[in-house]
């Protein structure tokens, strides 16, 4: 089993900034994408920014040129730089990843969930 760990989130103010950090533990063989997925209340959980192996990145358009995602695949970690944040980006952040085990089956997991409000 592979364990994921969320920390940050947190009530901040219109326009500043947070840091979202996760961290894999666990049977890890080999971590194929790693990121961020959001679910605010009443609707369906989303994508944030994902991010491969290879360095290829995917964000949602909501948060392109705010939010950056990072991540070290030496140590299992991804992070979620968030700027110029906005009440709509008010939500639970889940940290996600994909990989495979050393006999080659997929794995995929979650964090538990780490809180972001954003208001004044």
């Known amino acids: 089993q592979v364990q994921l760990v969320e920390s940050g989130g947190g009530l901040v103010q219109p326009g500043w900034s947070q840091r979202l950090s996760c961290a894999a533990s666990g049977s890890i063989f080999r971590i194929d994408v790693m990121g961020w997925y959001r679910q605010a209340p009443g609707k369906q959980r989303e994508l944030i920014a994902v991010?491969?192996?290879?360095?290829?990145?995917n964000y949602a358009d909501s948060v392109k040129g705010r939010f950056t995602i990072s991540r070290d695949n030496a140590k299992n970690t991804v992070s979620l730089q968030m700027n110029s944040l906005k009440p709509e980006d008010t939500a639970v952040y889940f940290c996600?990843?994909?990989?495979?085990?050393?006999?080659?089956?997929?794995?995929?997991?979650w964090g538990q969930g780490t809180q972001v409000t954003v208001s004044s």
């Open positions: 996600n990843a994909l990989g495979r085990d050393r006999s080659s089956s997929v794995w995929g997991s």
């Open positions: 991010m491969d192996s290879g360095g290829a990145i």
